[in-house]
């Protein structure tokens, strides 16, 4: 009974973040129909994470009768999610002014890393290059380092799946206002761009350096930073206010005065040296016995295994186990409208005489859809 309930979503399949859009917005309540393409059936299970709770069908875009399926879905459908290269779509026969004359009201999402427009809109390209070209990637790593790839988490799925969920989602609600569709243009470069906002305003006030590890969040604070213990693990320190500052230099022992030029970022690097040598003299876990909980801002550097046992986590259910699967449960949450799985991720093709059926084909349309090998 998620906030989005009653909302209709064709996702035509692709990999990272368009299945992690499609993943939200089924979290949250919305029908998400997965479009795999005839190929693939048979493919999928239950690691696939990003396709969970909906379902799907395997069908042939390339023939005419499956170009002719998908409108017909999309008569149905309050958005549609793709994620090809700009073009591949308008040559399929599904384009926008194709799916607008079967419905005038869809919101019409389409994800690149380029976007639609501009000099790179054809070319291949990852998270990697995306976030390159934002100014987020040369802003991550350490001082004297390279810059340090943050996973594909501030291209693919920060800006590219999260912002097109977030735009389908202002689509939508406008269309109900206007009565009218639009094209959702989410470019993971734009997205990468956005999620720098705060930085670049720092970079504007003289607050905020080009040079990798000497800004207040990039690690070149002592007071923001991870820290290796005797043990070999690692404890992150966010100790930005002063009073959390002071906390910090209690509960370590650091009782130097210099201490306390705290924003005196040229004795940055000093301090840093003093903290390795200091957070080395604890395991991890004697630390967290000190801090964690105070308001040190503190918290254990977690491997992927540790996470969801975290209390803090456990108490929350952050974390859900699924057919044998942990992962991450269904977020934000909602006072009334409690967002929930609906279920495991399909096998690609596994709910074609189902889905076809609630969508209004006939039993002689379904088979002659089979013997035409659209799906």
């Known amino acids: 009974m998620g906030p989005l309930k009653g909302i209709k979503v064709v ?9 992690f859009c499609a993943m939200m917005l089924s979290d949250m309540g919305a029908e998400v129909l997965r479009v795999d393409r005839r190929d693939a059936r048979g493919k999928g299970g239950k690691h696939e994470v990003l396709n969970r709770g909906r379902r799907s069908i395997a069908v042939d875009l390339k023939c005419g009768e499956g170009v002719e ?8 459908t309050d958005a549609l999610i793709e994620g090809f290269r700009p073009g591949v779509m308008e040559r399929l026969g599904l384009g926008p002014e194709k799916c607008f004359e079967r419905n005038s009201r869809l919101v019409y999402g389409r994800l690149t890393g380029w976007g639609q427009t501009g000099p790179l809109r054809h070319t291949a390209g990852h998270d990697i290059n995306y976030i390159a070209i934002s100014g987020a990637l040369h802003a991550i790593g350490r001082a004297g380092e390279k810059p340090v790839p943050p996973l594909n988490l501030v291209g693919d799925f920060g800006g590219g799946g999260m912002l097109l969920a977030f735009g389908l989602v202002c689509g ?6 206007s009565g009218r569709g639009q094209v959702i243009d989410a470019a993971m470069t734009d997205g990468a761009a956005l999620q720098m906002a705060m930085i670049y305003g720092f970079k504007a006030a003289g607050k905020w350096s080009n040079q ?5 969040l990039d690690g070149g604070a002592h007071f923001y930073d991870t820290y290796e213990c005797a043990d070999g693990k690692y404890i992150a320190i966010g100790a930005l206010e002063p009073e959390f500052y002071a906390l910090l230099l209690e509960k370590t022992g650091a009782r130097d005065p210099a201490f306390q030029a705290q924003m005196d970022d040229a004795r940055w690097p000093e301090f840093k040296k003093r903290f390795v040598t200091l957070f080395r003299t604890r395991t991890r876990d004697e630390w967290c016995a000190l801090m964690e909980g105070t308001d040190v801002c503190f918290a254990p550097v977690l491997d992927l295994d540790e996470a969801p046992l975290h209390a803090h986590n456990v108490d929350r259910e952050t974390f859900i186990e699924l057919n044998g699967v942990t992962q991450p449960a269904p977020a934000p949450r909602f006072s009334r409208t409690a967002p929930e799985i609906q279920g495991a991720p399909p096998i690609a093709g596994e709910h074609n005489d189902l889905v076809l059926t609630d969508f209004g084909f ?8 089979k013997s035409s090998g659209a799906i």
């Not at 399926?69 to 149905?76: A, C, D, K, V």
């Not at 939508?172 to 206002?177: A, D, F, H, K, Y």
């Not at 990798?212 to 207040?216: A, F, I, K, M, V």
């Open 69 to 76: 399926l998908i409108l017909r879905l999309i008569e149905r």
């Open 172 to 177: 939508i609600l406008e269309s109900r206002v």
């Open 11 to 19: 996702e035509i399949a692709s990999i990272g973040p368009g299945p």
């Open 212 to 216: 990798r590890g000497s800004n207040l």
């Open 362 to 369: 006939s039993s002689g349309e379904i088979a002659r859809l």
